[in-house]
């Protein structure tokens, strides 16, 4: 029995009964198109291809980084499903009742973080459709100091965030039905999008000409693929490896195992592609159109003459970005910050925390430079958030057999109190070792190369997020298991 008065339980984290699971397949297949139908997708492919890549080892790359996340995505939602327990309930059982905030605030951090991203990405669409309406150039401000951007855009930016809230504060079935109504609307404006650029530019053949795809990828001497492909499929992989950690949050929600694992086979791979496809071919026959390859699509779309066309096509993006931007970035760490004092933070309370972190933040500096974006964040994070999955799965599969005491996640002094400390050490000391190996080479390439060190964590850090997932998983695992006996302690 559940105990409701203890300091680890409110509502918004206790295990969901399966009489109260709406989710079926086909919600969680629209949760991923909501998710995965927006501009940081569209504009994928862009970096791989400035690297070099031909359009389809771009597409390649970014399909089978999104086939692997997904395996991890689909063993770490099972606990969700069979517990009905969200990601910072289901950590308890690995890293202990109070260990578990660490994992869980390392989530939330890099939610924000993505948030404002999604958050900058959603009100500069906002910026451009006021100035399809309305010609601003003549009122707007030069950048303002320390932000470093006009204050039309940052109060776009502020505008869209306060609808995220909004929707937030409405709670988490409002986010199923968001999903359910945006991803036909939002398939059907890609597909227009694409059916526009292949017709106005005369045919798949001369978009993906050489020529035309030479332009798109720009002049790029030496390119080696091996050499970038690797750090490539690790950011693809990075991009997601969010929500492979806290997947559990959605599929608690879901009826059956059966019903988690179609929805996310159908949702998440095919979508990345389709929509990563329609941006590639866009971006080809803005080439042939303009002359110029045009990534941005809020760019391309103030190109358009007719301004119900642009008008349209522009609130299309503002939903894409908030679908995405609500079931991604403030689900995890909601619960994350309500994790850590149950009984003060409720769900709606740390989605208030999210947003203003995300604010403080200013995303707009972290997207300034490929470097930035790929390089340091995407891969820089997935170190983090490997690791953790690492120790998870290992504790849940391996060491636990998937069993798990319910009651025992909701109790200060039960099993996963771990000696009455609340912190697994073993977890947290595996933990440690997948991010410090990492570490080096994040600090070289965070520091633009200004912090030397040796070659191998430089080229260890390409791979970051399978070196921080197998080497946490793998210590936690000799740690967790006395091999004179071949007992787990």
Same mark, same amino acid.
């Given at each position: 029995m559940i105990e409701m008065n203890s300091s680890l339980y409110n509502e918004d984290l206790a295990p969901v009964p399966w009489e109260k699971r709406t989710?079926?397949?086909?919600? $969680?297949?629209?949760?991923?198109?909501? =998710?995965? &139908?927006?501009?940081?997708?569209?504009?994928?492919?862009?970096? #791989?291809? @400035?690297?070099?890549?031909?359009?389809?080892?771009?597409?390649?790359?970014?399909?089978l980084g999104n086939v692997i996340v997904l395996i991890p995505m689909i063993l770490n939602g099972h606990a969700g499903t069979k517990y009905g327990v969200s990601l910072p309930v289901l950590l308890r059982s690995s890293f202990g009742v109070k260990g578990a905030h660490i994992p869980a605030v390392m989530r939330a951090l890099v939610a924000c973080g993505w948030f404002g991203i999604q958050t900058w990405i959603g009100g500069s669409a906002i910026y451009g459709l006021v100035q399809a309406v309305w010609d601003l150039r003549a009122y707007d401000t030069g950048p303002l100091p320390v932000l470093g951007i006009s204050a039309f855009q940052f109060?776009?930016? $502020?505008?869209?965030?306060?609808?995220? =809230?909004? &929707?937030?504060?409405?709670?988490?079935?409002?986010?199923?039905? #968001?999903? @359910?109504?945006?991803?036909?609307?939002?398939?059907?404006?890609?597909?227009?999008l694409l059916v526009w650029g292949v017709w106005s530019a005369?045919?798949?053949g001369r978009i993906f000409s050489e020529e035309t795809v030479n332009m798109v990828r720009g002049k790029r001497s030496g390119f080696h693929f091996w050499s970038v492909f690797f750090p490539f499929l690790t950011a693809m992989v990075g991009f997601w490896a969010t929500v492979a950690l806290n997947i559990p949050d959605?599929?608690?929600?879901?009826?059956?195992?059966?019903?988690q694992i179609l929805g996310q086979v159908i949702g998440l791979p095919t979508t990345m592609a389709l929509f990563s496809f329609i941006g590639i071919a866009v971006t080809a026959a803005t080439v042939v159109i303009y002359h110029e390859a045009i990534w941005d699509p809020v760019q391309l779309l103030m190109r358009f003459h007719s301004p119900l066309v642009v008008v349209i096509a522009l609130l299309g993006l503002v939903l894409a970005t908030l679908s995405t931007n609500i079931a991604a970035n403030v689900v995890a760490p909601a619960n994350g910050f309500s994790n850590l004092a149950p009984h003060r933070i409720s769900f709606r309370m740390g989605g208030i925390i999210t947003g203003v972190i995300g604010i403080v933040m200013m995303p707009w500096k972290l997207l300034s430079s490929l470097e930035a974006y790929i390089f340091t964040w995407l891969i820089g994070y997935s170190a983090l958030l490997g690791s953790i999955l690492g120790v998870m799965l290992a504790d849940y599969y391996l060491i636990r057999r998937a069993k798990l005491n319910l009651e025992a996640l909701y109790s200060p002094d039960g099993e996963y109190s771990y000696g009455g400390s609340g912190f697994n050490f073993k977890?947290?000391?595996?933990?440690?070792?997948?991010?410090?190996?990492?570490?080096?080479?994040?600090?070289?390439?965070?520091?633009?190369?200004?912090?030397?060190?040796?070659?191998?964590?430089?080229?260890?850090?390409?791979?970051?997020?399978f070196v921080g997932f197998f080497f946490s998983g793998g210590v936690y695992l000799l740690l967790a298991c006395d091999r004179r006996r071949g007992k787990k302690v």
């Open positions: 989710w079926g397949m086909w919600d $969680l297949a629209a949760l991923w198109v909501g =998710m995965c &139908v927006c501009i940081p997708t569209y504009m994928l492919a862009a970096d #791989l291809m @400035k690297a070099g890549m031909h359009w389809w080892q771009a597409l390649l790359t970014i399909t109060l776009s930016f $502020l505008l869209f965030w306060a609808i995220n =809230m909004w &929707v937030i504060l409405k709670g988490i079935e409002s986010i199923r039905w #968001l999903e @359910k109504l945006a991803a036909p609307f939002l398939i059907l404006v890609g597909v227009a005369g045919g798949f959605f599929t608690c929600h879901a009826k059956s195992q059966r019903d977890a947290l000391f595996a933990l440690g070792v997948g991010i410090l190996i990492n570490f080096p080479g994040f600090l070289h390439q965070a520091t633009g190369g200004g912090i030397s060190v040796p070659r191998f964590f430089q080229n260890l850090y390409t791979y970051a997020w």
